[in-house]
């Protein structure tokens, strides 16, 4: 654990550098909330004028400070703020907590770096500026202007909207959702997203990382970062929608990388997506509380056939759908119902049932082997008491003889099953008023299992790469001032990525182009060669299937004249002579460079799939092939690779070395590549291979 950072987030020492002695003030709250939420170490308010502030010295300066201060809250306004930065570091300050408004999020970048710098120069860190502070339920620790520690409990929030937090802290009460720590992140000017992630997964009174983002500051890092952590992230992106991402951008001065690429970011590092806050309250309580579920088995108890009928729903809509249990479960379960209940799953132990049922089912339920998660729900009834209910529950999973597998429950009913959910919570027992909210907590446990899986594995890298030889190649381009690739170029540096390209060569004569399709073989397509004719169809220049050397010969006269009669002045380098590929499936390969993840890869099919319905999946580069398989079942149109109508599978696993190289080659080269695409990628029947068609790389600007 980063020592300094330790210091400014559970410092042994404050100084709340701008306190001030009237109460309505910010200055004046933070020493207010440190005080009467029970902070135990020394607080040093500093003010030029006063002599104590709620029974703490004064001191003007913090320099004048004669102990050690870990970290010091900063309340003064922003143009003050690079001098008391100075005057913290040279007292020796380990970090600062810079409440302080004014900087990057109105547009004053500069300020913003003027006080990183000067803190840097001092080995000092920051949080912040333009935050609420920092809270700690267990050192007890208000340092912000939020009146109350959150209820008590085991995750983490970090939130980039001081605002929200606020209210979150509030609201942790009636959601009954406990934290351990809240920490408002601001402008993340220092410290961001990624720093607290490395923390808090250190941190021991952390179970699970609630994230509230507006913008990632550094994409790959955060995803670094995230990979590493053994602790559940969930986080909530705000800003998907285009008037969402301009608000941000004036909230926080956050740039916000697009929505599809955020997803499949989170998706690849392993953190959960919050759809809004209310699943991120439920989310959080369930990651925060339980195991994660190792396997699919989810078994459900119930004592009303409406509320698993709709459990089961939920199960299938979530990607947890129901099995029947296995045989000797429904025996056993069978023996705590009456005749008419049914111990298949959902096991409904009816309406009648007691707290024998449920006491017993789930005990037997919770210990059997082939059940790998349980989800309770109970209706209130009027042979019932729900606190007694949570009770046997609660009992049933204690004496059972079986942990590490996850449990949520549902009461569904009125007062007495709220005040019976409380106690369910307390005991670390997710716990919601609908049968849905407690099958999705299952589902997002079961999820985060996988998900942690794949998100550890290390960086993919193809062996049988040429990087040196692409290098080359863009170097050419890049020195006759070019900043496309040709499509025979392109095509080179996707061969030294290992991509199966259709066999291309450039024919500078008539002869030279007769002589290289009797080498291909025929029939060989022909396309212009030229930087000013990016667009080789609409100006006529592609001509396809031919056949023999008459052929080669009248495509040579007319690709020319037509390119000519486009772009008279048109730079031509020659005609590409290219395999004809046959004809199979379409799709299309590309690639762009995110502003916050960097280089992306897009995969789809082609033709009306990409162009009308945009039936489109992102992943962050590189991908191995198993994260390329997933991409490919992503997409809508996913059936036509796996083959409909009669008709065979395609060559997924082929395509799927594809989607890997291809990622790879945007990740080696995205210093280089800005944005490039096959398309079309022909896609022949399983066993049969992928075939590169046509190609296009544009340089990124140097
Ligand atoms: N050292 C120590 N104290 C200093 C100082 C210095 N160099 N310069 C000023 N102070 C004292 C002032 O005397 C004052 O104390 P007093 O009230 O006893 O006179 C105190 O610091 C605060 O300064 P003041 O000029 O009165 O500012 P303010 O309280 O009106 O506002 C901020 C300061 C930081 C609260 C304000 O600039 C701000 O940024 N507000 C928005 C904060 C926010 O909402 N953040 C979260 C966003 S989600």
Redesign the pocket.
């Known amino acids: 654990m980063d020592p300094i950072i330790n210091a400014v987030l559970k410092p042994k020492s404050i100084a709340i ?6 109460p309505n ?4 709250k933070v020493v207010e909330n440190l005080k009467n939420c029970g902070y135990t170490g020394p607080v040093y308010p ?5 002599e104590e502030i709620l029974g703490y010295k004064c001191y ?3 320099k004048d400070v004669p102990y050690v201060v870990d970290m010091a809250v ?5 143009q ?1 703020v690079p ?2 930065t100075r005057e913290a570091g040279e007292k020796g300050v380990k970090g600062l907590s810079i ?4 900087f990057s999020e109105v547009g004053d970048h500069a300020l913003e770096e003027e006080v990183v710098k000067i803190a840097r120069e001092y080995g000092m860190r920051i949080i912040g500026p ?3 502070g920092v809270l700690s339920n267990s050192d007890k620790m208000n340092a912000s ?1 939020t009146n109350f520690l959150p209820l008590e409990g085991k995750a983490a929030l970090v939130s980039q ?3 929200l937090l606020i209210a979150m802290d509030a609201a942790t009460y009636t959601r009954r959702v406990g934290f351990d720590k809240m920490i ?1 992140i ?1 402008n993340q000017a220092d410290l961001d997203f990624a720093d607290l992630i490395a923390y808090l997964n250190e941190d021991e009174n952390t179970t699970c990382i609630t994230l509230y983002i507006e913008g990632i500051k550094d994409g790959p890092r955060f995803m670094q970062e995230a990979r590493k952590c053994t602790k559940p992230i969930i986080a909530l992106k705000a800003g998907s929608s285009a008037h969402g991402a301009a608000a941000a951008a004036s909230h926080t001065g956050s740039l916000a990388g697009s929505a599809k690429v955020y997803e499949a970011a989170f998706e690849q590092a392993g953190v959960a997506q919050a759809l809004d806050l209310n699943d991120m309250f439920d989310t959080t309580l369930a990651l925060s509380l339980q195991p994660t579920m190792k396997g699919d088995n989810l078994l459900i108890v119930t004592n009303g056939g409406g509320v698993g009928v709709l459990a089961t729903d939920a199960a299938e809509k979530y990607g947890l759908p129901l099995k029947f249990a296995p045989e000797d479960v429904q025996a056993e379960l069978r023996k705590h119902m009456p005749s008419f209940g049914s111990a298949k799953n959902p096991v409904d132990i009816t309406g009648q049932a007691g707290l024998e049922g449920y006491y017993e089912g789930v005990k037997y339920a919770y210990a059997h082997p082939w059940v790998d998660g349980v989800v309770v729900l109970y209706c209130e009834t009027s042979v019932t008491n729900p606190q007694e209910i949570a009770e046997a529950i609660y009992n049933a999973l204690q004496e059972s003889g079986a942990s590490g597998k996850p449990v949520a429950v549902s009461l569904i009913g009125g007062d007495r099953c709220e005040t019976a959910m409380k106690w369910l919570i307390e005991r670390d027992i997710p716990t919601y008023n609908a049968p849905d909210l407690a099958v999705k907590a299952m589902a997002s446990l079961r999820k985060q299992n996988e998900m942690l899986k794949t998100a550890h594995n290390g960086l993919y890298k193809p062996d049988d790469v040429d990087s040196e030889k692409a290098r080359q190649i863009i170097a050419g381009a890049r020195a006759k001032g070019r900043n496309a690739l040709t499509e025979v170029e392109a095509k080179h540096v996707f061969k030294a990525y290992g991509l199966p390209v259709a066999p291309t060569d450039l024919a500078h004569n008539e002869d030279e182009a007769v002589k290289l399709a009797e080498q291909i073989g025929y029939p060989v397509v022909m396309k212009i060669v030229s930087p000013d004719i990016l667009h080789k169809s609409d100006a006529g220049a592609v001509k396809v299937n031919i056949k023999n050397e008459q052929g080669v010969r009248d495509a040579w006269k007319l690709i020319l004249e037509n390119s000519l009669a486009y772009k008279a002045d048109a730079e031509i380098d020659g005609v590409a002579i290219q395999e004809m590929a046959p004809w199979a499936t379409e799709v299309i390969v590309g690639s762009v460079n995110d502003a916050t993840f960097g280089p992306t890869l897009m995969f789809g099919l082609g033709g009306i799939f990409v162009e009308v319905m945009k039936d489109v999946t992102f992943k962050v580069a590189p991908i191995d092939e198993a994260t390329a398989l997933d991409m490919q079942s992503e997409i809508k149109s996913s059936k036509i690779l796996q083959g409909v109508r009669g008709e065979l599978p395609r060559d997924q696993k082929a395509l799927a070395k594809v989607l890997a190289h291809y990622s790879y080659m945007i990740y080696d080269l995205q210093d280089e590549i800005a944005e490039s695409d096959a398309n079309p990628v022909i896609v022949y029947e399983d066993g049969q291979g992928v075939s590169v068609v046509d190609a296009r790389i544009i340089l990124t600007k140097k």
């Open positions: 550098i701008g306190a001030s002695t009237k003030k910010i200055g004046f500093i003010n030029p004028d006063a003007p300066n913090i900063v309340t003064v306004p922003a003050v001098t008391i409440i302080t408004s004014g333009n935050i609420i202007f909207s001081g605002a408002s601001g």
